[in-house]
């Protein structure tokens, strides 16, 4: 059982940027990001692994592309997510996910064993 803790969210004024971490207890193939507002499902956001040809994979959001940036810490076992000009609709609670798959479902929240416990991300507009 892999365990996941993510720290870093907090309080930013739109327009500014803010950096998530998420320290695992042990190696992970992908490692995501997931996020979700007040009365919304929670939704993708990125996620950073390699395929079934050992490839690597980077992939985001379309509503996060090219604001936020996932990077890794192998050796740590650590993900961040560096997050860019944020807006309003970015404040939601971030929640950071693993998995051991290597598929091309990383875009789905049902592919991940592995959650930490979130973190409340909050833009002012």
């Known amino acids: 059982q892999v365990q996941l803790v993510e720290s870093g969210g907090g309080l930013v004024q739109a327009g500014g940027s803010l950096t998530l971490s998420c320290t695992a207890s042990g190696p992970i193939n992908m490692m995501a990001w997931f996020r979700q507002a007040p009365g919304k499902d929670r939704e993708f956001v990125g996620a950073s692994g390699w395929d079934t040809l050992n490839t690597p994979i980077t992939d985001y959001a379309d509503t996060v592309k090219g604001r936020f940036t996932i990077s890794r810490d192998n050796a740590r076992n650590m993900v961040y997510l560096q997050m860019n000009s944020l807006k309003f609709e970015d404040t939601a609670v971030y929640y950071c996910?693993?998995?051991?798959?290597?598929?091309?479902?990383?875009?789905?929240?049902?592919?991940?064993?592995?959650w930490g416990q979130g973190t409340q991300v909050t833009v002012s507009s």
């Open positions: 996910a693993g998995t051991m798959s290597e598929g091309d479902n990383y875009r789905f929240d049902d592919e991940y064993p592995y």
